[in-house]
């Protein structure tokens, strides 16, 4: 059975749905910075300065440590903004959810008022159907 709510209901479940989506690719990004990040604090704590050698090679390991720390700040840069858009998808998304419930419910109710009124119509054709068996028992005892 549809009632006058099914069709809201159906768009409000395909927004919140569509939400839900994009505050899983949110969580996943923010997962995969966080290890990300991760491993190159690990990178650069295993990052070792000559203790002799050539200026040249001193020079280049300080430009690898430069070079990580960088792609460090980028990934926690983007990490924050990850997080901020996280944060506002799990907003909206719990606005489309109660949204999404308020609809359900109503619809609920309304289905279960066509039940009941339906179950009415049926119990009264039952007892109308027994009436006229009744006056027809009555009519052939006569």
Do not use: W
């Not at 996943?28 to 990178?43: C, P, S």
């Not at 924050?80 to 609809?103: D, M, P, S």
């Amino acid at each position: 059975m549809k009632s006058q709510f099914s069709k809201i209901a159906k768009i409000r479940k395909q927004k919140r749905d569509a939400i839900e989506r994009e505050l899983m690719k949110s969580q996943n990004k923010e997962r995969m910075l966080n290890h990300k990040i991760t491993t190159l604090y690990e990178e650069i704590a295993a990052v070792q300065m000559p203790k002799e050698g050539l200026v040249s090679a001193l020079l280049i390991v300080g430009e690898q440590k430069s070079i990580l720390n960088r792609e460090k700040k980028r990934c926690e840069q983007e990490l924050f903004v990850v997080q901020r858009t996280t944060k506002q998808l799990q907003g909206e998304y719990q606005k489309a959810h109660v949204e999404y419930e308020k609809i359900k419910y109503l619809e609920e109710q309304e289905l279960q008022a066509m039940m009941d009124k339906i179950k009415r119509e049926e119990q009264l054709y039952l007892d109308e159907i027994s009436t006229m068996l009744f006056a027809g028992q009555l009519s052939q005892k006569r």
